[in-house]
């Protein structure tokens, strides 16, 4: 049993800054591709940054300069800096990974979401 659980979010100023940090957990074989997903109210779910086991990254042309993802395959974790931030970066966050658990078949998991607020 795998889970993804998200820190980090907060309530910061326009032009602050914070970092994301996701962790899996359980029985994990491999983990591919790792991406951050938000979600305001009222819109449809967005991507916001991808980065696959290979390293190489995408970002939503919203983020481009300001968010930089990575991750920790020691730790099993992905990372989200998040710089100059907007308020329409406002929104509940979460973290996504394809995940191989050992004898069983490869499957999309999902964290519960962290709270990101950009307000004065």
């Known amino acids: 049993q795998v889970q993804l659980v998200e820190s980090g979010g907060g309530l910061v100023q326009p032009g602050g800054s914070l970092r994301l940090s996701c962790a899996a957990s359980?029985?994990?074989?491999?983990?591919?591709?790792m991406a951050w997903y938000r979600q305001a109210p009222g819109k449809q779910r967005e991507l916001v940054s991808t980065?696959?086991?290979?390293?190489?990254?995408n970002y939503a042309d919203s983020v481009k300069g300001r968010f930089t993802i990575s991750r920790d395959d020691a730790k099993n974790t992905v990372y989200l800096q998040m710089n100059s931030l907007k308020p329409e970066d406002t929104a509940v966050y979460h973290c996504?990974?394809?995940?191989?658990?050992?004898?069983?078949?490869?499957?999309?998991?999902w964290g519960q979401g962290t709270q990101v607020t950009v307000s004065s």
């Open positions: 359980g029985s994990i074989f491999s983990i591919a591709n």
């Open positions: 996504n990974a394809h995940i191989l658990q050992y004898r069983r078949p490869w499957t999309d998991y």
């Open positions: 980065i696959a086991s290979g390293g190489s990254t």
